[in-house]
């Protein structure tokens, strides 16, 4: 399984970025994708995802309303639209992808599969 994150960059609060993961060799139709967050010092962080059957989708409560996932079975891309940027925002975005049970849906460990992150800074 390999995934790709890209879209990552420099924007002022209260902008706009969608990043993007390129997944290969994962099943969307039979996993869970969905993307964390980390800061420096502050453990990974839950942000969003689809759930395991159907196209239910999930936010942590510090994005919901301003963020949102998507994906295109087609081209095997998961996106998150991210809106009115804060500034605590910033942080490196990964693209995970797996099996999480309810309980661990949330957390980094439920995941078996991650890329490599890509950068997001909101200035002020």
């Known amino acids: 399984v390999q995934l790709q994150a890209s879209g990552g960059g420099l924007v002022q609060a209260g902008g706009s970025l969608r990043l993007s993961c390129a997944a290969s060799g994962f099943s969307f139709s039979g996993g869970v994708v969905g993307w964390f967050r980390q800061t420096p010092g502050k453990e990974r962080e839950f942000v969003a995802r689809?759930?395991?059957?159907?196209?239910?989708?999930h936010y942590s409560n510090s994005v919901k309303g301003r963020f949102t996932i998507s994906r295109d079975n087609a081209k095997k891309t998961v996106y998150l639209q991210m809106n009115s940027l804060k500034i605590e925002d910033t942080a490196v975005y990964y693209c995970v992808a797996g099996y999480p049970i309810s309980t661990t849906a949330t957390m980094w460990s439920g995941y078996r599969h991650w890329g490599q992150g890509t950068l997001v800074t909101v200035s002020s």
């Open positions: 689809f759930s395991r059957v159907g196209s239910s989708t």
